[in-house]
T-cell receptor, first 112, second 115 residues
């Protein structure tokens, strides 16, 4: 499994754009990059997934450069409710029964 | 929107007792998982289950743990003889297909406290 590295914490203010970068230097050809969000005392929740270039959904955007050794989760105009831990996961799309390997994630604190 | 449910939300037990944590995965999903999260630590994979058998398990999932899908809807995790270090949030998850690109839907968790 490719090891991921992301900042332990980030601070932001309401209305700002937040970019969380994850490094995954050993990403393999079959690996996809997935981000999950976890609120306190809740289960993780899928945010977005991508393989290369850019993916956008109603919640976030995911930017992946050509070498795929890193990825950036972009949250537009965050609100207080976006305060959570954000996890970057890298895994083989064709591995069969997927098991998610969570790191420590990035604790995002959004202030008024 | 369909969701994974878990019961109970909080379970308190004495060390050495057996506990059963229950989960109802999303109805048309095929793959089921248990994860745990000790307070302040990261989410850890325990076991995955498909076609009525374990497909993968971690080193945490020792002989004290077992999983079962007793009927068409429930998915249970049993801890035979609980230890203090089993105190954690236990999350059930389900997904529709194999591979990492099929998102896993997590339940709200059961907080297990072993005294």
């Amino acid at each position: 499994l490719a090891k991921t590295t992301q900042p332990i914490s980030m601070d932001s203010y309401e209305g700002q754009e937040v970019n969380i970068t994850c490094s995954h230097n050993n990403i393999a050809t079959n690996d996809y990059i997935t981000w999950y969000q976890q609120f306190p005392s809740q289960g993780p929740r899928f945010i977005i997934q991508g393989y290369k270039t850019k993916v956008t959904n109603e919640v976030a955007s995911l930017f992946i450069p050509a070498d795929r050794k890193s990825s950036t989760l972009s949250l537009p105009r965050v609100s207080l409710s976006d305060t959570a831990v954000y996890y970057c996961l890298v895994g083989d799309n064709n591995s069969g029964y997927s098991t998610l390997t969570f790191g420590k994630g990035t604790m995002l604190l959004v202030s008024p | 929107e369909p969701e994974v449910t878990q019961t109970p939300s909080h379970q308190v037990t004495q060390m050495g007792q057996e506990v059963i944590l229950r989960c109802v995965p999303i109805s048309n999903h095929l793959y089921f998982y248990w994860y745990r999260q000790i307070l302040g630590q990261k989410v850890e994979f325990l076991v995955s289950f498909y076609n009525n058998e374990i497909s993968e398990k971690s080193e945490i999932f020792d002989d004290q743990f077992s999983v079962e899908r007793p009927d068409g809807s429930n998915f249970t995790l049993k801890i035979r003889s609980t230890k203090l270090e089993d105190s954690a949030m236990y999350f059930c998850a389900s997904s529709g297909g194999q591979g990492g690109y099929n998102e896993q839907f997590f339940g709200p968790g059961t907080r297990l406290t072993v005294l």
